[in-house]
C-alpha cells in the first residue's frame, strides 16, 4: 500500500519522533510499501514551502516555513498538504503526534477531511493534559470518524482510551529498533551462555558504571538525576558511582552548574553521540537510570536494555513495557527508592550480573520486523474503520 507518514518533526532534527518515523518508514519500504513523508521541518539545507528531499530513499515533502529556530510550526500547510494528498495516490495516512503537534493535529483535520483512512499514533503521556483535551473533545472527534488511534505503550493508551470514550478503540503500537544492531557482538571469551562471571572483589570495589543517555530538558529530569546519585552515594559511600549522560539541551548549563557547586567530579557528559558509538559506551557501563517519570515509552533505555544493561526505571512509564521488575532491572516509585535500589546494587554486584544475563538471553519484543507488521495492521484497521457507514 501507499503511505503517508506525517509528523511534525523529521530529520535532520534528531529526536525519538523524529528518528523513529524514519526507521519505520524505512522498514515499511523493506516490507513492500511505498512510504512519503510530510513535514514541518525544513531539510538538511534549509528546504521550505514544499519542497522535496530525498531521505534514504524515501521523498520528504518539507510543508515548513521560515522561522526562528527551524520551529516544525506551519499554519499555512493545510491547503497544500490537501492538494498534495488529493493527487498523491495514498491508500492511508499515518499521523505521529505528541502533546503539543500543531503540524499533525491539522494533519489529522486535512486526512479526515478527504476521507483518507488515518490512523494515528500518540508518543506521549497524556495525563497532565488530558482534562483539557478531554473539555476541547477533538480527540473523541477524531475517533467518531474513524481514526484509528493507537499510543507507544500500554500506559500511555490508558488516558487516551478515556479520552475517546468506548465507542472506539486505542491499540498499543510500540516502538521499534533494531534489536540485532543493539545486540552485544559474540567473542570467543564471552557468550550469552558464559557471561559475565559473578563479580570478583576487585569489581565489587570500583565504581559502579551508570549511563543514561536523555535530552538535557526538565523533562527529561536531567538535574534530578545527578541529586539521586549523589544521595544513592551518601548511601553506599563514596566512590560508589560514576555517572555518564549522554545527550544535549537547554538544561545542560544547569546541570553544569550543580556539578560545579557541590564538588561533584563523577559526572561526565559528553554530549549527543551517534548510535553505534553509543552501542559500545553502553558495553562499557553496568546500569542504565531512566529518571524520567513521564516517560511514554523510552527508546533509549529499551537500546540500552537489548545491549544487556539493566535498567533502573520508574514505575507509571513505559519502560514497565520491556523491563520486568527484579530480572533485567529494576522498577521504583519515586527518586528516594530509585537511590535505594542504586546503594544495593553498589554492594551485590552479582545481582548485577544476573540482570544483565536475563537480558541478554531474553530479546525484547519490539524488533522492527515485529513493530512494522503491527503498524501494517493498524493501517487495516485505519481503512476497515473508513468504509465503516456513518464514520464520515
Partial sequence: MKVALLTDCYLPR????????????????ELGHEVEVFTATPGPDGELHGEITVVDGIPVHRLAISLPWELPVNPLAPRELRRRLTGGGFDVAHVQTGVVSPFAWDSTRVTLGLGLPTAMTWHCMLG??????????????????????????????QPLRDLVGPSASVSVLPNG??????????TPSSSVQNAPPPASSSVQNAPLRLVTAMRLAARKRPRALVELVARAERLAGPGSFSLTIFGEGPDRGRVESYLANNGIDWVSLPGRVPRVELRSRYAAADVYVSPTALESFGIA????????????????SGIGEFVTHGEGGLIVQDDAAMAGALAGLAADRERVAAMRRWNLEHHPDQDWSHVAALAVAEYERAIALSSVPGRR
Fill in 14 to 29: 534528531l529526536g525519538g519522533i523524529e528518528v523513529q518515523s524514519h526507521d519505520l518508514a524505512r522498514h515499511l519500504v
Fill in 128 to 157: 497532565p493534559v488530558a482534562p483539557g483535551f478531554g473539555a476541547l473533545g477533538f480527540v473523541r472527534r477524531w475517533a467518531a470518524k474513524g481514526a484509528a488511534m493507537s499510543a507507544v505503550s500500554a500506559v500511555a493508551a
Fill in 177 to 186: 529498533i533494531d534489536v540485532g544492531r543493539w545486540r552485544p557482538a559474540p
Fill in 301 to 316: 533505555a529499551l537500546e540500552a536494555r537489548t545491549s544487556g544493561l539493566p535498567v533502573l526505571g520508574r514505575s507509571g
